[in-house]
């Protein structure tokens, strides 16, 4: 695949430009629908809301409306490669909401995904369009199990689940990965998932900043911090902290 595009959530239109406007620079100039917005919401006026939200930002980026296209999935009707390939888009996008419904409708055909690195389309996320997109993904909780159930961060980050859970995602990148990170403080979900061996590693990314990875180098853009997380010794975990200006 080309291009995989991971971005922590928020819209600061100030920063639309160093982070949305990173993944249009990728789309192709010409065809019907070079870019597909994948959208997965339970009711059809959040559907239309939220895919109205998303259409917006990429035209305020320049991408003529005529080219963007509404792919609505659910777990009742989850998204398949033949959707894809009525549309032969030039760029994927899956937008944000809640991240075990976005998972739920997008990681249960894995067809659709050999057509990304099929055709090299380049895939693009934002907050659960980011974390699915993990070979392990992180769906939430506000929990940790050890000897005991532990709080880790504040329950409105949850994502409606108790305990921490990962599931199998998408495969695009080999490392968790967890967003809002310093808004929300997941960054120390992210910190308990690598420390209980949940996951082997991972990127806590926050809003307005987006992880670009190309052949398997990874880069920073957007105003805020994106954080590596791996395994140390007896225990521990090793946290670093990277920005656009740090690499």
Do not use: K
Request: hydrophobic share 45%; aromatic share 8%.
């Amino acid at each position: 695949m080309s291009h995989i595009f991971l971005h922590g959530g928020g819209d600061d239109p100030t920063q639309r430009q160093a982070t949305f406007g990173r993944f249009v620079q990728l789309l192709p100039q010409a065809g019907t629908a070079s870019l597909a917005l994948v959208v997965a919401e339970a009711t059809d006026a959040d559907r239309q809301a939220s895919f109205g939200d998303y259409r917006a930002i990429f035209e305020a980026l320049g991408v003529p409306a005529s080219q963007i296209a509404p792919v609505f999935v659910s777990p009742q009707t989850p998204l398949q490669r033949h959707m894809l390939e009525t549309l032969q888009p030039g760029g994927v996008f899956v937008c944000g909401g809640a991240t075990p419904y976005y998972h739920q409708s997008l990681c249960g055909e894995p067809g659709w995904v050999r057509y990304l690195a099929e055709a090299n389309i380049p895939y693009g996320g934002t907050s659960a369009g980011a974390a699915i997109a993990s070979g392990t993904a992180i769906l939430g909780g506000w929990q940790a199990l050890r000897s005991t159930t532990r709080p880790i961060l504040f329950q409105g980050a949850s994502e409606g689940l108790d305990l921490l859970t990962v599931q199998p995602g998408l495969g695009l990148v080999p490392w968790a990965v967890d967003v809002h990170a310093s808004q929300w403080g997941t960054l120390l979900r992210l910190v308990h998932a690598v420390e209980l061996g949940l996951v082997s590693a991972g990127w806590a990314i926050d809003e307005n900043t987006a992880l670009i990875v190309r052949e398997g180098e990874t880069r920073v853009v957007g105003s805020g911090h994106a954080y590596c997380v791996v395994p140390g010794s007896a225990r521990a975990v090793s946290v670093t902290m990277h920005t656009v200006d740090q690499g």
